[in-house]
């Protein structure tokens, strides 16, 4: 069973940026499509990216306006969320998942945007 670990979080001022990291191990990692989630205090688990099987295709959630990107390197086992211009609201845990959640969830990386 595949399991997920993310890292990379932080504390990071407004505007500035961050780079998580999703390592996944006890699988086919290239066989999945992967995405970004994330919680934020009080509110559901939401979607925020997601990347094809091949690194190929992604797609966003609105509220990203461009500021992440998210890429997978197969080699590696792991998907990446490149972030900038963060903002307070951005403040979270984000999980890696597939877009369909059909994996366990990880701890998830605690993102934390100061004002």
């Known amino acids: 069973q595949v399991q997920l670990v993310e890292s990379g979080g932080g504390l990071v001022q407004a505007g500035g940026s961050l780079r998580l990291s999703c390592t996944a191990s006890g699988g086919s990692f290239s066989s999945y499509a992967m995405g970004w989630f994330r919680q934020a205090p009080g509110k559901e688990r939401e979607f925020v990216a997601a990347?094809?099987?091949?690194?190929?295709?992604?797609s966003y959630a609105a509220f990203v306006k461009g500021r992440y990107t998210i890429s997978r390197d197969n080699a590696r086992n792991t998907v990446y969320l490149q972030m900038k211009s963060l903002k307070p609201e951005d403040t979270a845990v984000y999980y890696c998942n597939t877009p369909s959640e059909a994996f366990v969830w990880g701890q998830g990386t605690q993102v934390t945007v100061s004002s």
């Open positions: 990347v094809s099987r091949s690194g190929y295709s992604t």
